[in-house]
Each structure stands twice: as structure tokens, then as C-alpha cells.
């Protein structure tokens, strides 16, 4: 079992950046962070391997969002810049043994999730 804790969220206006953090009880293969916005379904954000050699990223974040890991601390991070209003959502960070992934189902681990509102 791993348990992930996520912290970090919170309220910031437009173009501003936040860094979110995700702890886990232990080492896993692959972490990533999905969002799921009212109303919305779950949408995968970014993924990164156990090295930290392979990420992915959704479109709609690329080029913005950051996704790293410190392995020694078994924390996974996701640096966002440049955020807009439509970045606004509840941000979970996800785990699992198996190699990455970009659906909900590849992921047996999720975290409680942290809310991240961006004002105009």
C-alpha cells in the first residue's frame, strides 16, 4: 500500500506560478498529477519515470507545467507557470508500480487531492 499527500494548492492570479508537492509512503515505478475541474471528468496533467528520464505532458499544459521527482524523498513536483483561469481545478497526485501512463485506470494509488483556484 502507498499512501501520497499533496500539498502546495491554493489561490493565485492569473500568469502567476504555484509548485505543488506529493509525498509518498514509498518509492514507486511512475508518478503523475491529474485534475478534474467541477463538472468535468478526471484529466491526466503530466507523468514522470522512476529516473526521471521519460515525463509527459498534456497538451494543455505543455510548454507551462514542469513535472520532476526526487526519488531520496519519494516526492514527485509539478511546477506551473503561466497559469489561466482554466487551470483551475482539484490537482491529485497518482502512483503506481506498473510504467507510466495517461489514463486514471493505470494508476492503483491516488492521493486526497489539493484545490488550485487562478483568478483574472
Known amino acids: 500500500q502507498v499512501q501520497l499527500v499533496e500539498s502546495g494548492g491554493g489561490l493565485v492570479q492569473a500568469g502567476g506560478s504555484l509548485r505543488l508537492s506529493c509525498a509518498a509512503s514509498?518509492?514507486?515505478?511512475?508518478m503523475g498529477w491529474f485534475r478534474q475541474a467541477p463538472g468535468k471528468e478526471r484529466e491526466f496533467v503530466a507523468a514522470?519515470?522512476?529516473?526521471?528520464?521519460?515525463?509527459y505532458y498534456a497538451d494543455s499544459v505543455k510548454g507551462r507545467f514542469t513535472i520532476s521527482r526526487e526519488n531520496a524523498k519519494s516526492t514527485v513536483y509539478l511546477q506551473m507557470n503561466s497559469l489561466k483561469p482554466e487551470d483551475t481545478a482539484v490537482y491529485y497526485c497518482?502512483?503506481?508500480?506498473?510504467?507510466?501512463?495517461?489514463?486514471?485506470?493505470?494508476?492503483?494509488?491516488w492521493g486526497q487531492g489539493t484545490q488550485v483556484t487562478v483568478s483574472s
Open positions: 514509498r518509492r514507486t515505478f511512475t
Open positions: 497518482a502512483a503506481d508500480f506498473r510504467r507510466v501512463g495517461r489514463s486514471p485506470d493505470e494508476y492503483a494509488y
Open positions: 514522470i519515470s522512476w529516473s526521471g528520464g521519460n515525463t
